[in-house]
């Protein structure tokens, strides 16, 4: 089940192929208020929401 979350910052861009690490917060869910740092593709900015497949912290 997807969960939303709201970019808080973009920290960069990594690697050759558009992929960005972004810090977000999960916004409803039993893991609300959680910060995660992802790896993103595509075009993001602060205050998107993403919809995440999981919430478990991804290894940098």
């Given amino acids: 089940m997807a969960v939303p979350a ?4 973009v920290l960069g861009r990594t690697g050759h192929r558009g992929v960005q690490k972004i810090r977000c917060k ?3 869910g039993s893991e609300e208020g959680k910060i ?3 790896s993103v593709m595509g075009p993001v900015r ?3 929401i993403l919809m995440l497949q999981e919430t478990e912290m991804e290894g940098s």
């Fill in 46 to 48: 602060e205050d998107d």
């Fill in 36 to 38: 995660l740092v992802r």
């Fill in 26 to 28: 999960v916004v409803e």
């Fill in 6 to 9: 709201r970019v808080v910052q």
